[in-house]
């Protein structure tokens, strides 16, 4: 069965960066990666989106090798109200059939 | 605010019964998707579709079913309810059928059996 699988859980301090890294080994050739965050009792949250090597916007970075199969997020200067879940998103076509595999979701704590 | 609403946003119903999720997807986007949220499988995609069209499937259940009507709303049919489908439904949508436009979430139905 297709892994897309990220790191358990981080602790991260107040007003610093935070990279959270997803390997997706089998995502499909014309793929994008994309990445939530998400609160309890909400629904995931779109955060970046990127195909290949830097995407930034105004509340993240994404990194994407030139083989892309890991995509690193970054945060940069992580708050308190950034403690949350993050997921990747990619399409995997590891079963034959292309669908879509969340990844296995990384619980950030930002501590004060 | 998503713009994607899911009604209801709470479920509560027994083993062997039916139930049926509703979802409005944003202004303008074409295509809805299912997930199913549960604490030991994670967000698990169910189904896409585009248009009214099946566009991509993935670990639905032959007890579930789906479709999108011609005013682009969705609804999932869950059937013959077992305990183990207790779990958070999300639906979401984007603009078009391919993941160059992110997937936008509801915030999903909670789905309890008893």
């Known amino acids: 069965l297709a892994k897309t699988t990220q790191p358990i859980s981080m602790d991260s301090y107040e007003g610093q960066e935070v990279n959270i890294t997803c390997s997706h080994n089998?995502?499909?050739?014309?793929?994008?990666i994309t990445w939530y965050q998400q609160f309890p009792s909400q629904g995931p949250r779109f955060i970046i989106q990127?195909?290949?090597t830097k995407v930034t916007n105004e509340v993240a970075s994404l990194f994407i090798p030139a083989d892309r199969k890991s995509s690193t997020l970054s945060l940069p200067r992580v708050s308190l109200s950034d403690t949350a879940v993050y997921y990747c998103l990619v399409g995997d076509i590891a079963s034959g059939t292309y669908k879509y595999i969340f990844g296995t979701g990384t619980r950030l704590k930002v501590l004060a | 605010d998503s713009g994607v609403t899911q009604t209801p946003k709470h479920l509560i119903t027994a083993t062997g019964q039916r139930v049926t999720l509703r979802c409005s997807p944003r202004?303008?986007?074409?295509?809805v998707y299912w997930y199913q949220q549960s604490l030991d499988q994670g967000l698990q995609f169910l189904i896409q579709?585009?248009?009214?069209?099946?566009?991509a499937k993935g670990n639905i259940l032959e007890r579930f079913s789906a479709q999108q009507f011609p005013d682009l709303h969705s609804e999932l049919n869950l059937s013959s309810l077992e305990l183990g489908d207790s779990a958070l439904y999300f639906c979401a949508s984007s603009r078009g059928q391919y993941s160059n436009q992110p997937q936008h979430f509801g915030d999903g139905t909670r789905l309890s059996i008893l």
């Open positions: 579709y585009y248009n009214g069209e099946e566009r």
């Open positions: 990127g195909y290949k």
């Open positions: 089998n995502i499909a050739t014309n793929d994008y």
């Open positions: 202004s303008g986007d074409l295509s």
